[in-house]
């Protein structure tokens, strides 16, 4: 399947079709790799070559998964650590060759994957002129926000600094990028604003996570999660079922039976934020939920007043820097379905 991913869906059509798929233009490739990816140097080994590029991109939540080539051997390294990307590179066909912390490099073949955060460290690699990629880019805050959601940590510079290679043909990841692009041949729209991307996103990035961690040397179990007080635990619970209600914090501190400042420190010890801001983040995934199975006619206001939303421009602009796109823009999504 990773070999066909993000070429045709489940009727034989193409996936994003109304993207240019193959270019021999730099101006052109350089365009679309500065939208899927983030602004980088790219050379190409032969002077004055032109690429013979393949370029097809899908959503998956907040997640970018591309299957790409340049067609011509290159080199790339300047990438734009202000983008705040991470890149994991998975190889098809041909080969790449990966700067690492070590004294050698390291290459990637038919069915390995590479991750690298280009917003803790530079990179540079090497493609050779049969290289065919599977990419995916995820921004780091994702990462960053689903560790401290699901493992009540943040991992420090030693994880996000390591440059790793890992999968392989057979492993749990490959499989896991196979299921990702089964579903994307499914539901390639589905997979951008509705849960099952947004379920996607969390398998995807709980895995590289774990993955990533393991050849850090890094530890994410046994550590503040699991030290997490019973209060800490049954305010989220709270949180998450009564998200709707937009109760006080004060409320949720009565709910489980301390005190607001106690709360407040808890959640700052052992979760790195606030009660707030974990309500709010749980306020935002019910209203884009709610929006994405929002029925026929129902307005972006509708839903939001819903929430207790009055004012729509701060909702507006918290949800556009939370998942990328405006709300309008989810619910379009879900009337097209």
């Not at 140097?41 to 299957?67: C, F, K, N, Q, Y």
């Not at 080969?95 to 290459?107: F, I, M, N, S, W």
């Not at 099952?196 to 393991?214: D, K, P, Q, V």
């Not at 800490?232 to 998200?243: G, P, W, Y």
Request: charged content about 25%.
């Amino acid at each position: 399947m990773l070999q066909q991913a993000l070429l045709h869906d489940t009727q034989g059509r193409p996936i994003g079709r109304e993207q240019r798929t193959h270019s021999a233009d730099w101006d052109e490739v350089r365009d679309f790799c500065n939208r899927v990816y983030m602004p980088f140097r790219v050379i190409p080994v032969i002077p004055r070559s032109l690429p013979d590029a393949v370029m097809h991109s899908a959503e998956v939540g907040r997640i970018t998964v591309t299957r790409f080539s340049y067609g011509v051997p290159v080199r790339l390294d300047r990438f734009d650590p202000g983008a705040g990307k991470i890149l994991v590179l998975t190889t098809l066909a041909g080969r790449l060759r990966h700067a690492t912390d070590g004294p050698e490099d390291v290459y990637t073949t038919a069915g390995d994957s590479f991750v690298v955060d280009c917003s803790r460290v530079e990179h540079r690699l090497e493609g050779d002129p049969d290289h065919l990629q599977l990419n995916l880019t995820v921004p780091h805050e994702l990462l960053e926000e689903t560790s401290r959601r699901w493992l009540g940590v943040v991992p420090d510079d030693r994880l996000w600094r390591c440059r790793w290679k890992f999968g392989g043909t057979g492993s749990a990841w490959a499989a896991l990028l196979h299921y990702m692009a089964r579903s994307i041949a499914e539901a390639p729209d589905r997979v951008r604003t509705d849960r099952i991307g947004a379920h996607l996103e969390e398998m995807i990035c709980c895995h590289l996570l774990r993955s990533w961690a393991e050849g850090a040397g890094v530890r994410l179990d046994g550590g503040c999660a699991g030290a997490a007080p019973r209060y800490v635990r049954a305010a989220e619970a709270f949180m998450r079922t009564h998200a709707v209600e937009a109760p006080t914090i004060g409320e949720v501190a009565e709910a489980v039976g301390v005190s607001a400042r106690t709360l407040s420190g808890g959640f700052r010890r052992f979760r790195d934020m606030t009660p707030r801001d974990f309500l709010r983040e749980q306020r935002l995934l019910g209203v884009r939920d709610a929006l994405a199975r929002a029925a026929p006619r129902e307005t972006v206001a509708a839903v939001a007043s819903r929430w207790g939303y009055v004012n729509f421009g701060i909702f507006a602009d918290a949800y556009r820097r939370r998942f990328g796109e405006r709300p309008s823009d989810t619910l379009t999504a879900t009337a097209k379905r």
